[in-house]
């Protein structure tokens, strides 16, 4: 799937300004990702039989959130 990016022009929001905010958020999802990988993370805080599930749940969470750091990392790269 090609990606829909954003197009600087006359009319539109300054190259810098965009830029600014993409990577911004870039920076904020980074965050996230060192903030979740910090979370003490134990087989004995879960349910017998619910450890898979969660490590599987866990593993899912990392995945969306760095499809949204590509997302926001791909346009970044387009505007500069």
């Not at 990702?33 to 990392?62: C, H, L, M, P």
């Amino acid at each position: 799937m090609n990606p829909i990016l954003p197009i600087v022009h006359l009319n539109g929001t300054l190259r810098e300004s965009l830029c600014l905010d993409y990577d911004n958020a870039r920076i904020a999802v980074d965050d996230a990702i060192k903030a979740i990988t910090n979370i003490e993370f134990n087989a004995r805080d879960y349910a017998r039989g619910d450890w898979n599930s969660a490590v599987a749940e866990r593993k899912q969470i990392f995945q969306k959130l760095e499809e949204v750091r590509d997302y926001l990392m791909a346009r970044a790269i387009h505007l500069s």
